[in-house]
């Protein structure tokens, strides 16, 4: 089935794993997300089935929105909470957090983690690190839109020992990296608790299928998940050694591919807006044929002025019916195609 599905990963599986109920609702392998989240983080995946999955690679364009905890007075080689202590520090001031907060603001240099899908000399850089080498990757162009303290838990002398911020920033810029940024300027180090993504350009996790099946995020709930992983690691480890383990079925599972199958979108215009193409409209069934048949793309094909549309921009056609067509980019005036979907 072709469309576009919000699913909700949830902590402590791979964003991959998390893709197994979508392929069983729909009955399919083809299926492919817009934007890794790490296992620990939990929150919104934009995910392509069918033939949509040709639209993974415009999607992953979009600016995000994430909450995060940052717990200080260490920091993890991971930079989150499933890694190994590396460094140790005193906690910061509240005003020192929140000068620091305002600080890393605006368009940004950022070092990424070692921890990281990025690719060094044809290799990605996790699993250099894991083999410990030295990983340095080049910092990285990076815009943080906004951000915003929501929570902070301070120690009785008044320091703080973790913090709630909302951030929304464009794409590339890794939380994990802003959080020790932000605890090192502040005077401390720092490391993530907790990550939920909860916006993917104008997709929401509220309308996500398995929404229903998170807790409130907050520093509460974060720190209790991360105590649950610190206690429970050694006995998945020695799961994993009994042989014979089938997947069994949960409730949660079937909840989820139910909503799936209910939520499921085709694109349409406002999705297409959603999405951040511009819908353009074939005037007529000859048109139309032309265009599913590969032919030299006119302008005069369309019922919309191409001339006024942005530069750049990814146009979203559909048929005199309404119905999606494929992709075009508009580039130096001239149209090409993206691709058709036939």
Do not use: W
């Not at 999705?271 to 005037?283: E, M, N, T, Y």
Request: contains cysteine.
């Amino acid at each position: 089935m072709d469309g576009i599905v919000l699913l909700t990963k949830t902590p402590g599986i791979t964003s991959f794993s998390s893709l197994f109920n979508v392929k069983k609702a729909l009955n399919t392998n083809k299926v492919g997300h817009t934007g890794t989240l790490d296992s620990f983080a939990q929150g919104l995946l934009v995910v392509c089935t069918g033939r949509y999955t040709r639209l993974v690679s415009n999607i992953t364009e979009f600016n995000k929105s994430y909450k995060a905890v940052i717990s200080f007075g260490k920091e993890t080689d991971t930079l989150e909470y499933t890694g190994k202590t590396v460094k140790e520090s005193a906690l910061p001031s509240l005003e020192d957090l929140k000068k620091s907060v305002e600080k890393f603001r605006g368009d940004l240099l950022q070092a990424p983690p070692s921890f990281s899908a990025i690719h060094v000399n044809g290799k990605r850089a996790s699993d250099l690190a894991r083999k410990g080498n030295c990983v340095e990757i080049p910092k990285r162009k990076i815009t943080v839109f906004d951000s915003k303290i929501l929570e902070v838990k301070c120690n009785s002398e008044g320091f703080v020992e973790s913090c709630l911020i909302d951030f929304t920033v464009s794409k590339g810029t890794y939380i994990r990296a802003l959080a020790r940024d932000i605890a090192n300027d502040c005077g401390s180090s720092g490391y993530l608790s907790g990550l939920f993504r909860t916006k993917v350009g104008n997709f929401c996790i509220e309308d996500s299928a398995g929404f229903s099946l998170l807790n409130e995020f907050n520093i509460e709930n974060a720190l209790k998940l991360e105590n649950e992983y610190l206690m429970k690691e050694a006995e998945k480890q020695e799961m994993k050694k009994v042989p014979g383990q089938k997947y069994v079925e949960t409730p949660a599972d079937v909840l989820i591919k139910k909503e799936v199958c209910e939520k499921i979108k085709l694109l349409n215009e406002e999705i297409a807006i959603d999405c951040g193409f511009v819908p353009i409209h074939l005037k007529n069934d000859e048109v139309l044929f032309a265009f599913m048949n590969g032919k030299p793309i006119r302008k005069m094909y369309f019922n919309e002025y191409i001339d006024a549309i942005a530069d750049l921009s990814i146009c979203c056609v559909f048929t005199p019916e309404g119905k999606f067509a494929g992709l075009v980019k508009l580039e130096n005036g001239k149209l090409s195609y993206n691709f058709v979907n036939n």
